[in-house]
């Protein structure tokens, strides 16, 4: 039986490499795979998935106005064996309950690899739904500065200082955003 996976972690943890990584597992074995990311996220060019590894590829972008519920796995060049979706906090709940169907219904496994939270520890709109519908879910670790598992997400500015209020999207990789666990996040830099 297919499912719908959510894979997540805070900023950092490798999630786009573990998509990468799993995109190449199925494709060594001849089979097709679909890969979308969000159109929001251009940080290495629209429609790329990138890991700070260096490993990168091309795939489709979504927006809040792209309808999984059409998806068709059977495509021409054969049948696809699995969508993985990157960024997919951005996400709509909609979007989370069609490739939930897809999955249950429809017999394709779907892997969604994203952040559970905002910088100020508010969850996402696509990640809660993940959440409440993914069949399987897993946590990516990943460590704060201070040696402990890193689970929130901190925004900082130009000068490394921390950011504590704002628009819960702003587009960044390392230059923007750093990992932390719970207790750091609670005590570096923190106004409120």
Not at 117 to 139: N, V
Not at 169 to 190: E, K
């Amino acid at each position: 039986m297919a499912k719908l996976y959510f894979r997540y972690s805070a900023m950092n943890a490798g999630k786009s490499t573990a998509l990468l990584q799993v995109a190449h597992n199925y494709e060594e074995q001849g089979q097709k795979v679909q890969l979308f990311t969000a159109a929001i996220d251009n940080r290495y060019g629209r429609g790329r998935i990138t890991s700070r590894l260096g490993a990168q590829r091309d795939a489709e972008v979504f927006d809040a106005t792209t309808d999984f519920a059409t998806f068709n796995s059977a495509r021409p060049e054969g049948p696809v064996a699995c969508v993985l979706v990157d960024e997919a906090q951005f996400l709509t709940p909609s979007q989370v309950q069609a490739l939930h169907k897809l999955a249950q219904v429809r017999g394709t496994p779907v892997i969604c690899y994203g952040l559970r939270t905002d910088f100020r520890g508010k969850p996402f709109a696509g990640s809660t739904q993940l959440l409440a519908l993914a069949d399987d879910i897993e946590e990516i670790k990943n460590i704060c500065t201070c040696g402990k598992k890193a689970t929130m997400n901190i925004r900082v500015d130009a000068n490394g200082h921390r950011v504590t209020s704002g628009e819960q999207i702003s587009i960044g990789g390392n230059d923007q955003y750093r990992q932390a666990c719970g207790r750091c996040f609670y005590s570096i830099g923190r106004t409120e």
